[in-house]
């Protein structure tokens, strides 16, 4: 069995003290890892992918505070970024910390495949030419095993008119090519800041909880959820099932956003 946690879009600033949209989610994300710390203790993890946007402003201070608190969870650890992220700056920080960016995993009947969908100067991701004939050569090359696919934007529509404008723009390419080949049974993806879960074409997407605030998604506006942030976490059996659960921090008045938030 493959046991793992997604933790995603921590949002960090490089003043520990920065308030986003009301929480300052140095602190949330500070929460959320103890809580991982615990799941990983009683039921054990091979893994945590952290799914982008782990910092908000980009800067390399903020990358040290997201690996301060990594670094508590002792276990592997994987990267993908999302849109808020500096590439460079980022990888720098996190590869020093031994936080790997490694794209394929394969182990116990399973692959599981992380996508980049990042796209320069745009909130909206995109996956490059590059991304998109990686994941038909890995797909090919893991055609005897179950597929698991990661990347931070959602490919899917959720019927919420602002998140939706900044899903993952060429979303035909990719949905064409797990639709092709049968052999993906889930795709995972950060972003929507809420719990999602998707079925369409026998494929379920999954959406997690950020570590930061909560959008809500049932409004065609922005509007944030007073829901506490959490994490996915997931287990992958070797009959080609899978498991998944989320898991939430206690109610904490800190952990309130400013609800009357129009945007950011
Ligand atoms: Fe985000
Ligand atoms: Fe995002």
């Known amino acids: 069995m493959i046991r793992f946690l997604q933790i995603t879009d921590s949002h960090l600033f490089s003043n520990r003290a920065h308030k986003f949209l009301g929480i300052k989610s140095y602190e949330t994300f500070k ?3 103890e809580l991982a710390k615990k799941h990983i203790r009683d039921r054990g993890a091979d893994f945590v992918v952290f799914t982008g946007d782990l910092s908000h402003d980009g800067s ?5 505070h997201f690996v301060s ?61 590059k991304e998109l004939q990686f994941l038909e050569k890995t797909l ?14 959602h490919p899917l529509k959720l019927n919420c008119k602002w998140l939706d404008g900044s899903k993952l723009k060429n979303s035909d390419a990719f949905l064409e090519a ?37 959008f809500m998604t049932k409004e065609q506006q922005f509007k944030l959820d007073a829901v506490m942030p959490g994490f996915r976490w997931f287990e992958l059996y070797p009959d080609g099932h899978y498991e998944t659960g989320i898991e939430r921090v206690a109610m904490h008045s800190d952990f309130l956003p400013d609800l009357s938030s129009k945007g950011y």
């Open 178 to 214: 797990v639709h092709r080949h049968k052999n993906i049974v889930a795709v995972a993806f950060g972003h929507v800041h809420s719990e999602q879960k998707l079925t369409f074409h026998g494929v379920d997407y999954l959406g997690s909880p950020s570590s930061s605030v909560q």
């Open 140 to 153: 090919e090359q893991g055609e005897e095993l179950k597929n698991f696919v990661f990347l931070h934007h």
């Open 69 to 129: 608190l990594a670094e508590e969870l002792s276990v592997k650890k994987i990267w993908i970024p999302g849109n808020h992220d500096r590439l460079k700056t980022g990888l720098k920080v996190l590869e020093n910390a031994g936080i790997s960016s490694q794209k394929v995993i394969q182990q116990d009947h399973w692959q599981l495949i992380f996508l980049n969908s990042f796209w320069k100067w745009h909130i909206a991701g995109k996956l490059s030419k």
């Open 60 to 64: 390399e201070k903020s990358y040290q």
């Open 31 to 33: 929460a959320v890892t």
